[in-house]
């Protein structure tokens, strides 16, 4: 079965440089969410989109963005890397029901780990 | 608020032991989901169980266990005999039905199975 697909899963970047990491959800899933994981620390929230619009807000700094677009895929967009953003960079999927998003069923990707230098 | 709390932040059992791994957790949904995930040393977590909060039948599945007790807010895991393939960080999460459309992490258990 078609699983959540993340791209890049490796990515070294400089500080202050840009990176766009993407994701792709399971088919028919239209709920994407994004965690961040430090070294050693557990997955944090950073946003989540259901149909294309943001529905709720974690812990994702002022120079992150991130979008869904029409296809369901999302990008999650960093600019003026530090190095504390090093981190294993995670998305999810799920299927929302009664007009949210459903945590009940959530599907992982492999994740994508960015390097700032 | 939510909040899921692994005391345990390592453990190392000698193979063929049981091990428990601890959660407890924090909400105020009265439907929720809690989950078990593992971490092995190549990063990807791994499902491994999700359960309702209307739901508090134990689990077995294999060499796993799971023992939801909604009275003590805790949904703990055992692995029986355990494996030096066991060895990764476990974590439990909490999602909320109608509060916070996230999931929300403990801060894990490293566990190492000595062979």
């Known amino acids: 079965a078609a699983g959540v697909i993340q791209s890049p899963r490796h990515l070294i970047k400089e500080k202050r440089e840009t990176a766009t990491l993407k994701c792709y959800p399971i088919?028919?899933?239209?709920?994407v969410y994004w965690y961040q994981q430090g070294p050693g620390q557990d997955p944090q929230f950073l946003i989540s989109?259901?149909?294309?619009?943001?529905?709720d807000k974690g812990s994702i700094p002022d120079r992150f963005s991130a979008q869904q677009f029409s296809d369901y895929h999302s990008e999650l967009n960093m600019s003026s890397l530090e190095l504390g953003d090093s981190a294993l960079y995670f998305c999810?999927?799920?299927?929302?029901?009664?007009?949210?998003?459903?945590?009940?069923?959530?599907?992982f990707g492999e994740g994508s780990r960015l390097t700032v230098l | 608020a939510q909040k899921v709390t692994q005391a345990q932040t390592e453990i190392s059992v000698v193979e063929k032991e049981d091990v428990t791994l601890d959660c407890v957790y924090e909400t105020r949904d009265t439907t929720y989901y809690l989950f078990w995930y593992k971490q092995p040393p190549s990063g990807e977590l791994v499902f491994l169980i999700r359960?309702?909060?209307?739901?508090?039948q134990n689990e077995i599945s294999g060499r796993y266990s799971w023992n939801f007790q909604k009275s003590t807010s805790s949904f703990n895991f055992t692995i029986t005999a355990s494996q030096v393939v066991d060895s990764a960080v476990y974590f439990c999460a909490l999602s909320e039905v109608t509060g916070a459309n996230n999931l929300f992490f403990g801060t894990g258990t490293r566990l190492t199975v000595i062979p």
């Open positions: 088919p028919r899933h239209d709920t």
């Open positions: 359960r309702n909060s209307f739901d508090e």
């Open positions: 989109f259901y149909e294309k619009m943001q529905s």
């Open positions: 999810a999927s799920s299927s929302g029901e009664g007009g949210r998003p459903n945590t009940g069923e959530l599907f």
